[in-house]
């Protein structure tokens, strides 16, 4: 340890050496920091987030660093970190009211919920620019109690990362392809580009849940919807 250090010497401990101008340079580094969280948070997209916001994880990000190296590094000036909490607060804040007031900034900044379900179909297309693949989209449904898509009217991913579901009433529930791991999936017939249709009958294609009735001895036909072979014959 340097000889010329002193414990519990309260000027450096809260003020530091610093000049008084250094302040405008903290508030001027912590904006850019942040503002450089957000963006990373939303490059990282939706799926990245969790449960949170885009404006709540990167506030979290930022007082744990801001509380964080005050706590525990000797040329930290406590308040140093003090004006950086309330310099994110204050952007915080800003940032909330701007979001609350304008649709386009709270698009730019959180993300717009997207559709990955409608009426039974998976819409691939917005499943893939959120970087979610077929299993996940199941593994989400299943704890929503879905045990198949003839049950899903609409499913959106959600700008905290999350899915919801809307359910199809109960008048208008039809069969569709089940959510449930293969290995579930005792009764459900298989058939792939290989394979013939061994009998007249509704089936389901395997990648987007869409529906198409299937005539016996015929050769698998390309999904209409995503150009895949791979069809299952339900009872659900």
Wanted: net charge positive; hydrophobic share 45%; with cysteine.
């Amino acid at each position: 340890m340097d000889k010329d250090f002193q414990v519990f010497d309260f000027h450096r401990i809260f003020i530091g050496d610093a000049p008084p101008v250094f302040f405008l340079e903290i508030v001027f580094r912590t904006i850019i920091m942040y503002g450089y969280t957000i963006l990373l948070l939303r490059v990282l997209g939706k799926r990245g987030i969790g449960q949170l916001s885009v404006l709540e994880l990167a506030i979290l990000i930022s007082f744990g660093s801001a509380v964080g190296d005050p706590m525990i590094g000797r040329d930290m000036p406590i308040l140093h970190g003090v004006v950086a909490i309330t310099v994110v607060a204050i952007f915080q804040i800003g940032l909330e009211k701007l979001i609350n007031t304008n649709k386009k900034v709270e698009v730019l900044m959180e993300g717009e919920p997207n559709l990955v379900v409608d009426n039974g179909v998976i819409q691939w297309k917005n499943l893939l620019e959120n970087n979610l693949s077929r299993e996940d989209l199941f593994r989400a449904l299943r704890s929503k109690d879905v045990e198949h898509l003839g049950q899903v009217k609409k499913a959106f991913f959600e700008t905290n990362g999350q899915i919801s579901v809307l359910f199809q009433s109960a008048q208008n529930v039809k069969k569709g392809l089940s959510v449930l791991p293969d290995s579930e999936n005792t009764h459900t017939l298989f058939i792939n580009k290989s394979m013939k249709i061994p009998a007249t009958s509704v089936y389901f294609c395997r990648e987007c849940g869409d529906t198409r009735t299937l005539k016996q001895k015929t050769k698998a036909p390309a999904c209409d919807t995503c150009g895949q072979v791979a069809w299952q014959k339900t009872n659900l």
